[in-house]
Nanobody, 114 residues
Framework: QLVESGGGLVQPGGSLRLSCAAS????????MSWYRQAPGKERELVAS????????YYLDSVKGRFAISRDKAKNTVYLQMNSLKPEDTAVYLC?????????WGPGTQVTVSS
């Protein structure tokens, strides 16, 4: 099970920190990712982090603004989002993947608006 939290309404230029708490599977053996889906748009991969956290991937439009991290002790993955823009508005979803096994959270809404 994955449960996201930390979303909300923020002004342009502001920051949010999303959390995704994992349970019921071996968190330390799964690649963790954050996706987002805006109304009328396809779901897109925002960031990923490898099993031990040594490798990360970012969508070009968030590079330098977002940072993904994971805490093995807390079974949690984070997405620190800075310098938020209106175009970052979306539902943000957490995904865990290991081979054929995949879990998704229900998502958390992020709205960037003045």
């Amino acid at each position: 099970q994955l449960v996201e939290s930390g979303g909300g309404l923020v002004q342009p230029g502001g920051s949010l920190r999303l959390s995704c708490a994992a349970s019921g599977f071996s968190f330390s053996t799964y690649i963790m990712s954050w996706y987002r889906q805006a109304p009328g748009k396809e779901r897109e991969l925002v960031a990923s982090i490898s099993i031990i956290g040594s490798n990360t991937y970012y969508l070009d439009s968030v590079k330098g603004r977002f940072a993904i991290s994971r805490d093995k002790a807390k079974n949690t993955v984070y997405l620190q989002m800075n310098s938020l823009k209106p175009e970052d508005t979306a539902v943000y979803l957490c995904k865990a993947k290991s081979g054929p096994y995949e879990y998704w959270g229900p998502g958390t809404q992020v709205t960037v608006s003045s």
